[in-house]
């Protein structure tokens, strides 16, 4: 599916406000009801738009700080990173992780309390997992800029 313009400014306002009433979108986008909705299921049924969530902010619901951790695999075999991939994907801690190209396996965004939380989720959870060799771990001192919304042009 080609997005046109119209497209790009359904999926612009639904990234700032995922609960807009279709009424409200189709009028923000320059068309009536029917065709606007029509364009959204399209858009959900072609998998553009995923799914709708909420943002929560982090400090309200007790989790403020995230951080960045860098892990070094025992080796780059499937198994190992399946494993790895796996265990990742059970823990809620992990809020993103990507196998990376480059000096590190694979980088994770944690969601914790405070540094006690992160070194208990490290200690009991993190360097517990078979085929983790190292993890190095860096603390952002401050968020310049944090986004879900795509560029879309």
């Not at 068309?31 to 995923?50: F, H, M, N, T, W």
């Not at 025992?74 to 265990?87: G, K, L």
């Not at 809620?92 to 992160?118: F, H, K, N, Q, T």
């Amino acid at each position: 599916m080609r997005l046109d313009e119209i497209d790009r400014r359904i999926l612009r306002a639904l990234q700032r406000d995922g609960r807009m009433q279709n009424v409200e979108l189709a009028k923000e986008v320059g068309l009536s009801p029917s065709p606007c909705l029509r364009r959204v299921k399209l858009l959900e049924d072609a998998g553009i738009i995923d799914r709708y969530v909420a943002v929560v902010n982090p400090v309200k619901a007790g989790l403020p700080l995230s951080l960045f951790a860098r892990v070094w695999l025992t080796a780059q075999d499937a198994e190992t990173i399946d494993h790895f991939i796996a265990a990742m994907k059970k823990l809620p801690e992990v809020m993103e992780c990507y196998i990376m190209l480059g000096e590190s396996d694979a980088l994770l965004r944690v969601a914790v309390s405070d540094l006690d939380d992160y070194r208990r989720f490290q200690s009991t959870h993190l360097t517990k997992i078979n085929g983790i060799q190292n993890v190095k771990t860096d603390v952002p001192s401050q968020i310049v800029k944090q986004t879900h919304a795509l560029p879309l042009r």
